[in-house]
């Protein structure tokens, strides 16, 4: 099992930065391939961007390229997601995952976080 608890959210103006982190236990952190999905309401879960064991590959959705960053840090169990220029649409619940490999597929995806809201004001 692998537990993971979210922080950092919170509302900011558009244009804002913001820095989630998320901590894992459970498991060694460094077998373990990293993502961060947002959900809007009345939309699906979306991935906005995941990271390989060692840092070596990440990815990232179209719309938060150039402005969102994901990083690691083995020796501290946490995968952070930097967001930068925030836009109104970036408003969502934010939550961190874990999956036995590097994907960008939600459905590789077998530990969850309990969510975090982020708000970005017009």
């Known amino acids: 099992q692998v537990q993971l608890v979210e922080s950092g959210g919170g509302l900011v103006q558009a244009g804002g930065s913001l820095r989630l982190s998320c901590t894992a236990s459970g498991r060694t952190f460094s077998t373990l391939g990293m993502g961060w999905f947002r959900q809007a309401p009345g939309k699906d879960r979306e991935i906005v961007a995941a990271i390989s064991r060692y840092a070596y590959n990440t990815d990232y959705t179209d719309s938060v390229k150039g402005r969102f960053t994901i990083s690691r840090d083995n020796n501290k169990n946490t995968v952070y997601l930097q967001m930068n220029s925030l836009k109104p649409e970036d408003t969502a619940v934010y939550y961190c995952?874990?999956?036995?490999?590097?994907?960008?597929?939600?459905?590789?995806?077998?530990?969850w976080g309990q969510g975090i809201q982020v708000t970005v004001s017009s």
């Open positions: 995952a874990a999956a036995p490999r590097y994907s960008s597929s939600l459905r590789h995806y077998d530990y």
